[in-house]
């Protein structure tokens, strides 16, 4: 069955630590790969996505993250958070068509920035 | 673009009582997703809809919880017989094909949902 596993379920940084979260998916099919990002009180907001094309894509507030196809991974990073970067991470992968490609989502990780 | 709303925000209900939520999503978008959030994992699929089509439904989605989509504009799903493990945040989120034929999710605030 399609899974995705994120390997840090909290994280905390002090400010201007630079960010690495981890996401590997299990699928041997084409791929759509999001991260989403759910700051304390507020709903879910697309950070980034990946359909196609370039590895390396960039998302809203310096984010960006990497496809590697081989490793199966798709892991997000900012070179130096702020305090504000304080939220849950998801990574999400698309299901099939079956589900009219809803997605499968991580169980997110908790980052926490400290002053 | 107002974006996805959803009502109530909070519930609270008595174990057995039936609950209503109702989604509106993004005004142009033909299809509209259910998810389930617990403490500690990431949101999980329930149904989706394409216009007033329900055309997939997971497991999850035991004989007691049903949603409709009347005319393919806001949505509503019910729990009848409540119990607590139904407590959740319950998401609901709308899309339309991407040029690549994706689907980029807009979610909605949530309903969250203690049974007591």
């Known amino acids: 069955a399609q899974s995705v596993s994120q390997h840090n379920h909290h994280v905390i940084l002090s400010e201007a630590a630079s960010l690495e979260l981890g996401c590997n998916y299990s699928?041997?099919?084409?791929?759509?790969l999001f991260w989403y990002v759910q700051y304390p009180g507020q709903h879910l907001q697309l950070l980034l996505k990946y359909f196609s094309g370039d590895p390396l894509v960039k998302g809203i507030k310096g984010f960006e993250a990497e496809f590697i196809k081989s490793k199966f991974s798709f892991n997000l990073r900012k070179p130096s958070v702020q305090w504000s970067d304080t939220a849950e991470y998801f990574c999400?992968?698309?299901?099939?068509?079956?589900?009219?490609?809803?997605?499968?989502f991580g169980k997110g990780t908790s980052l926490l920035v400290t002053p | 673009d107002t974006g996805v709303s959803q009502n109530p925000r909070h519930k609270i209900t008595k174990r057995g009582q039936n609950v209503t939520f109702r989604c509106d999503p993004i005004?142009?978008?033909?299809?509209l997703y259910w998810y389930r959030q617990t403490l500690g994992q990431g949101p999980e699929f329930l149904t989706y809809f394409q216009n007033e089509a329900q055309l997939e439904k997971s497991r999850l989605l035991s004989d007691r919880f049903s949603a409709e989509r009347p005319k393919g504009s806001f949505s509503t799903l019910e729990i009848q017989r409540t119990e607590q493990g139904d407590s959740a945040m319950y998401l609901c989120?709308?899309?339309?094909?991407?040029?690549?034929?994706?689907?980029?999710?807009?979610f909605g605030p949530g309903t969250r949902l203690t049974v007591t």
């Open positions: 699928y041997g099919g084409t791929v759509n």
């Open positions: 989120a709308s899309s339309s094909p991407s040029g690549r034929g994706s689907y980029e999710q807009y």
């Open positions: 999400a992968v698309n299901r099939d068509s079956n589900s009219g490609y809803a997605l499968n």
């Open positions: 005004s142009e978008h033909n299809r």
